[in-house]
């Protein structure tokens, strides 16, 4: 008899470890096939090479004169100067490198912008730099169906008001092959939304 319930015992024993192994095993997480190379190559690829977004900029690559309109109030009538500003491709037909020299504020003002379309994102993208900050400005965003207007949002840094991080919306209009307008607007989101800035691009005359 003890003999029998020893044997029940051990059976039981052994059939509880291998339910609580079995048990551990499911829970694992599922191991992952390897990449395949060939697949990983592709997507790269995909991802790399220029395509019907990048089209769309050819429209802003040039030479052009620029009327540059600054409100520093809502409201309020406009700062405005003249400038010019040079366009191109770069790095094979990725990005558009667009360099401004201007007025702004009475002090001369240099800006460069670079555009370019994340195919992998399916977003634009635009970063900006200039000779009165030392702050990067980038934005996101899409074209509308007519694909005569970008809209594009970001954050900004403001420090005469000590504000980081601020909403900020980037607007370009297309009006035309020679012609197009470029926005900024702050107090995004807000019953106070206004536009900030304004420049027109009009192509140069040979």
Same mark, same amino acid.
């Given at each position: ?40 190559? /592709? !997507?790269? *690829? ?9 089209k ?31 366009? /191109? ?10 360099? *401004? ?19 992998? !994102? ?9 000779n009165?900050g ?43 092959k ?16 206004? !536009? ?11």
């Amino acid at each position: 008899m003890r003999l029998r319930i020893v044997l029940c015992a051990t059976v039981m024993i052994c059939a509880a470890l291998q339910g609580n192994a079995l048990a551990q095993e499911q829970a694992k997480p599922e191991t992952k096939a390897a990449p395949n190379m060939q697949e990983m190559m /592709k !997507k790269w *690829m995909e991802s790399a090479t220029p395509g019907e977004g990048h089209k769309v900029l050819e429209q802003f690559v040039g030479k052009w004169d620029v009327t540059l309109r600054a409100w520093m109030e809502a409201g309020k009538p406009p700062m405005e100067s003249k400038g010019t500003c040079d366009a /191109k491709w770069i790095l094979d037909g990725r990005f558009v490198y667009a360099e *401004m020299n201007s007025q702004l504020m009475g002090m001369p003002f240099k800006g460069i912008d670079i555009t370019g379309y994340d195919n992998y !994102k399916k977003r634009y993208v635009i970063s900006h730099i200039d000779n009165m900050g030392t702050a990067i400005s980038s934005g996101e965003g899409k074209l509308d169906l007519s694909k005569q207007v970008m809209t594009t949002f970001g954050k900004m840094d403001d420090p005469t008001m000590d504000e980081r991080d601020k909403p900020v919306k980037y607007i370009t209009r297309v009006l035309g092959k020679d012609k197009y307008v470029f926005e900024i607007y702050d107090e995004v989101g807000s019953p106070n939304e206004f !536009k900030v800035l304004e420049i027109t691009y009009t192509r140069s005359k040979p």
